[in-house]
């Protein structure tokens, strides 16, 4: 495994600016930001946090002070900020070609359907469509849905995050996230395996996955009994981290099939390794989709989405189509070198034992700090839900809006969800080490001490 390094250089800091002189730029900035930004691009922190540079494990801001990043972006940066064997393809391919669009045929466009098709489950998912984001690569994946079955109808789950299109947002069951007229006919929500907090009241595994079992009603009540499709995330990213048992996805999918629906596995958080050993999260379910969408650490950072498909799946896709931008040279050249990264590295065992030290550390903070109720997640996508009380389980936003900003002060970045805003979210690059995840509970355990 390539390693990052320890800790930050000093040349990082000694190049930078007086703290005053940062510190006025800085201000400066955001209220540029707020001119001339939509004000609903929303920030973590009272004071907006202004990142200058980054490198492996570590952002800085302009002063030159280093953060601690285990959130990556949103769970993008999969192989550390700045990755100089990603960078050094990109930068050869930009001396090269940047842009044709897919009206021809280019090399690094096809080099990475081809390995992709490698690495899907039993490698029967051959055929991809390449876009710029996991919005787009669920846009694509509900149509092709659609036109393979010739039914329209969609079940998406409840606490569920698809992106900000219109129809994603449709999909999305998040209020939070649902703007505009964001309520389209034809979608159905289904119960979310959310064991924490159970809709029925029960307990794993003495529940017998009741809300599993629940679809077939769903289908039968709410749809024509007809359904083209269930699009889910195997770990649901904006609504926790919420982890299903291993029964869930196999009971669904099979009843969604039985309905004559394709089940859609979307990874746009959860592949590429992140879960550990896998390259699928929903291969930890034994479960073999039909469409898969991803985005987010396939090009650590570059704007590239992909729905990949069974080859009869695609073809049932009738007439002309195209994706300007998607599957341009530059990203599909980053995201074939991030996946060489991640193989030559071993990344995919890393993210499986480090990701269990990490749980580790997190359990051992849950014992220690009575305001984390649950810690769940799959390697290195681990998260915390924080309550008021462990027996009550009363959400905790403002407690965890509050440990955010300790967190800053700790110069430890972590990310937050959750249907209440009470989980925080953690997701690093899936190259660190042991040593890394000792200094981030340090520092996440001085950040819970309020």
């Known amino acids: 495994m390539s390693s990052l390094r320890s800790e930050p250089k000093a040349a990082a800091a000694s190049a930078a600016p007086a703290p005053s002189d940062a510190q006025a730029f800085d201000d400066a900035l955001v209220l540029a930001d707020r001119a ?30 280093a953060y601690l990043d285990f959130f990556g972006g949103i769970v993008t940066v999969s192989v550390g900020h700045a990755n100089a064997q990603v ?22 466009q096809v080099r990475l359907a081809e390995t992709v098709a490698g690495l899907t489950p039993q490698r029967k998912l051959t055929r991809s469509f390449f876009t710029n984001s996991g919005t787009e690569a669920n846009e694509t994946a509900i149509l092709a849905a659609r036109l393979y079955t010739g039914a329209s109808e969609i079940i998406a789950l409840r606490h569920s995050y698809h992106g900000r299109s219109a129809l994603a947002m449709g999909l999305t069951a998040h209020a939070n996230w649902k703007l505009g007229p964001a309520l389209l006919p034809g979608i ?57 048992p291993k029964e869930y996805f196999p009971i669904v999918a099979g009843i969604v099939r039985k309905h004559g629906g394709l089940f859609i596995s979307d990874e746009v958080q959860t592949a590429w390794g992140r879960l550990g050993g896998n390259w699928f999260g929903i291969e930890k379910w034994g479960v073999e989709p039909d469409i898969i969408t991803s985005a987010k650490g396939l090009g650590n950072g570059l704007p590239i989405g992909i729905t990949i498909a069974r080859p ?43 990701g269990a030290y990490l749980r580790r550390k997190l359990l051992e903070l849950q014992e220690k700090h009575t305001r984390i109720g649950d810690v769940r997640g799959m390697g290195l996508l681990q998260a915390l839900e924080l309550v008021r009380d462990r027996q009550t389980k009363e959400p905790a936003p403002a407690e965890t809006n509050q440990l955010l900003e300790r967190c800053r002060g700790e110069r430890l970045l972590v990310g937050k969800g ?10 690093p690059p899936m190259n660190i080490s042991p040593s890394d995840v000792d200094e981030f509970a340090r520092r996440l355990d001085r950040a819970l001490a309020f």
């Open 188 to 244: 159905v929500h289904a119960h979310n395996a959310y064991c924490y907090r159970c809709p029925f009241g029960l307990a794993y595994p003495d529940c017998g996955l009741r809300c599993a079992h629940d679809l077939e009603e769903l289908i039968q009540t709410s749809t024509s009994g007809r359904v083209a499709a269930m699009i889910a995330e195997p770990i649901q990213g904006v609504g926790g981290f919420i982890t299903p």
């Open 418 to 427: 959750g249907l209440y805003g009470n989980v925080i979210r953690i997701s």
């Open 36 to 65: 001339y930004l939509f004000p609903a691009v929303f920030h973590y922190f009272r004071q907006p946090l202004v990142i200058d540079h980054a490198k492996d494990q570590f952002c800085y801001d302009r002063a030159g002070n």
């Open 312 to 354: 009869e799946i695609a073809e049932a896709w009738k007439g002309l189509t195209i994706s300007t931008f998607g599957g341009n040279p530059i990203a599909t050249t980053a995201a074939r070198a991030v996946l060489e990264f991640i193989e030559q590295n071993r990344l995919r065992e890393n993210a499986e034992t480090t």
């Open 87 to 108: 960078n050094a393809a990109i930068k050869a391919q930009l001396d090269k070609l940047t842009h044709v669009s897919t009206c021809f045929v280019t090399e690094p």
